[in-house]
């Protein structure tokens, strides 16, 4: 089991560029989530999937959009980049969402110039 | 103020010995609490659940103080490998039991 894995690892854009994160996993979760994690601060929620063909709103959706047409993944679009997205994005994902472990992909390190 | 907070550290610990942290909570409703770990440039990975009873994992024990509204943690006899970040969880109130994640206490131990 490869667990969660995020493509790309790293990337580096230019203001107001576009690009599209990948998540899988192949736990067979239902729940999926997008966070972005900053110096200083928490874990914050983008969005989230409690199953197929679901998403929702957390905590900082703005600027991005997300997507879940198949189950084992959850992709994450940032429509036009901007220097405060820079940051270091995680996906998770839970098999309910009363369990306490989210289990983590590696990340990808994003830099918006 | 801050929904979770810790003491953001660094705590330098010599190893064997004990260290302890505590982070606060503001939402008196939370129901369920946890411990997670972060290496550097790593993804965080769930260390324990915190019960009200308190828990004991090895050299890791957590405890729970609800009218004061922290939770702790203690690590015993430190290892080198405990060097992380340490970060509190929270689970929020409504009803998809979304996390609330503290910034994290970072824990060195030195030889």
């Known amino acids: 089991n490869a667990g969660v894995t995020q493509t790309p690892k790293f990337r580096v854009l230019k203001t107001g560029q576009s690009m599209t994160l990948l998540c899988a996993q192949d736990?067979?979760?239902?729940?999926m989530y997008w966070y972005r994690q900053d110096p200083g601060m928490g874990l914050r929620l983008i969005h989230y999937?409690?199953?197929?063909?679901?998403?929702a709103k957390g905590e900082v959706p703005d600027g991005y959009n997300v997507s879940r047409l198949k189950k084992q993944n959850f992709l994450l679009g940032l429509e036009s980049a901007a220097p405060s997205q820079t940051s270091v994005y995680f996906c998770?994902?839970?098999?309910?969402?009363?369990?306490?472990?989210?289990?983590f992909g590696p990340g990808t390190r994003l830099t918006v110039t | 103020r801050k929904e979770v907070e810790q003491d953001p550290g660094p705590f330098n610990v010599p190893e064997g010995a004990t260290v302890a942290f505590n982070c606060t909570y503001s939402?008196?409703?939370?129901?369920?609490f946890f411990w997670y770990r972060q290496d550097c440039r790593k993804e965080p990975k769930l260390l324990m659940s915190?019960?009200?009873?308190?828990n004991e994992d090895g050299r890791f024990t957590a405890q729970l103080n609800r009218a004061s509204q922290y939770i702790s943690l203690l690590i015993r006899d430190s290892k080198l490998s405990d060097s992380a970040t340490y970060l509190c969880?929270?689970?929020?109130?409504?009803?998809?039991?979304?996390?609330?994640w503290g910034a994290g206490t970072k824990l060195i131990i030195k030889p």
């Open positions: 998770a994902s839970t098999l309910r969402r009363d369990l306490p472990e989210q289990y």
């Open positions: 736990m067979n979760h239902e729940y």
């Open positions: 999937s409690v199953g197929e063909g679901t998403t």
């Open positions: 939402n008196s409703a939370s129901q369920s």
């Open positions: 915190v019960y009200s009873s308190g």
């Open positions: 969880v929270v689970n929020g109130i409504d009803s998809n039991y979304q996390l609330i």
